[in-house]
């Protein structure tokens, strides 16, 4: 499975930015795999984001982006997506796209739990 990030950039407090996961790979199926953003500040440890449950049926967020940020999936694409409202400074870091097929409800918020992982995009939000 690989996973392609794209859709990061510079903008200024307020503004909003969609990220985009495209996953690939012969056995690979949107219907079977959870998927997730994960975010790591420089200095920081890499945190969780958003999932969204096999097929996007389900979605959890982390409470400083609950309400602002969305994720959702296009299974016949087999894409991702992080649409990302109301930007601030504190958003600023390289965002990861994550996958695992065996993933269970208790541990969509672990990096470690994900097997798959996208190289990263970069979003910065000036003040």
């Known amino acids: 499975v690989q996973l392609q990030a794209s859709g990061g950039g510079l903008v200024q407090a307020g503004d909003s930015l969609r990220l985009s996961c495209a996953a690939s790979?012969?056995?690979?199926?949107?219907?079977?795999?959870?998927m997730a953003w994960f975010r790591q500040a420089p200095g920081k440890e890499r945190e969780f984001v958003a999932a969204s449950s096999r097929g996007g049926a389900n979605a959890a967020y982390a409470d400083s982006v609950k309400g602002r940020f969305t994720i959702s999936r296009d299974n016949a694409k087999n894409t991702v997506y992080l649409q990302m409202n109301s930007l601030k400074p504190d958003d600023t870091a390289v965002y990861y796209c994550?996958?695992?097929?065996?993933?269970?409800?208790?541990?969509?918020?672990?990096?470690?739990?994900?097997?798959?992982w996208g190289q990263g995009t970069q979003v910065t939000v000036s003040s």
């Open positions: 994550a996958a695992d097929r065996a993933m269970i409800t208790s541990t969509v918020r672990t990096a470690s739990a994900y097997d798959y």
């Open positions: 790979g012969r056995t690979f199926s949107s219907y079977a795999y959870y």
